[in-house]
């Protein structure tokens, strides 16, 4: 089981829309979040092989279940998962060339596909350490100016027609790359659009 709002591991009773003791007295970036399961064992290790050896077939199967889960969340809050736009968390084209993939584009179709929705590659990201290089202390911080709306104007426009957005990313550990991503989303679109979380996996660590 998992909080709706922040997709932290709870326990039965623990959470509830309002959120869980993890996040209830925290204002998060997000309307809600989704997620596949915990960062640990067989789903720790497909996860590795999408962002360090390129397997995208992997990646393919992970955003398959992602997508699942973002479907069902949207229908629980009455929302139609066809509006869903996926926006994927951005990678450099540093890291990109280094690693040979795009790991969270890759994942970003496979949920745009379970929906029927789409995909937006609304930010742009600005070369900076990589998050696990940092103690978790100075992630945010990290973060800070790392993402930029891309075509504000368009993301508007998607607004407007009564789309949702879901920012999709491989792994939420302390929660700063995607608060980060979500607040530079927001600030392209207009006033009150949804933006939804959504990570194939969540760490048992304290986020902050």
């Known amino acids: 089981m998992y909080c709706p709002r922040c997709a932290t591991s709870v326990g039965a009773f623990e959470a509830d829309a309002a959120g869980c003791p993890a996040c209830r007295e925290k204002r998060l970036a997000w309307n809600g979040a989704?997620?596949?399961?915990?960062?640990?064992?067989?789903?720790?290790?497909?996860?590795?092989?999408?962002?360090?050896?390129?397997?995208?077939?992997?990646?393919?199967?992970m955003g398959s279940m992602l997508g699942e889960a973002v479907a069902a969340g949207l229908r629980a809050r009455g929302v139609d998962p066809r509006l869903a736009v996926v926006v994927p968390v951005p990678t450099t084209f540093r890291r990109r060339m280094s690693r040979g993939v795009h790991h969270t584009l890759v994942l970003a179709r496979e949920v745009a596909g379970a929906c029927g929705g789409r995909v937006e590659r609304g930010l742009r990201r600005k070369h900076r350490p990589t998050q696990t290089s940092l103690p978790r202390s100075e992630r945010a911080r990290n973060m800070v100016g790392a993402f930029v709306a891309r075509g504000p104007e368009r993301l508007a426009e998607l607004a407007a027609s009564g789309r949702v957005f879901v920012v999709v990313d491989d792994v939420r550990t302390t929660g700063a790359t995607m608060t980060a991503a979500c607040r530079a989303l927001r600030s392209g679109l207009p006033r009150g659009a949804e933006v939804f979380a959504g990570v194939v996996a969540v760490t048992r660590l304290e986020w902050r």
């Open 34 to 61: 989704f997620r596949v399961g915990s960062y640990e064992g067989v789903l720790r290790d497909a996860v590795m092989e999408l962002k360090f050896t390129a397997w995208r077939r992997v990646g393919r199967e």
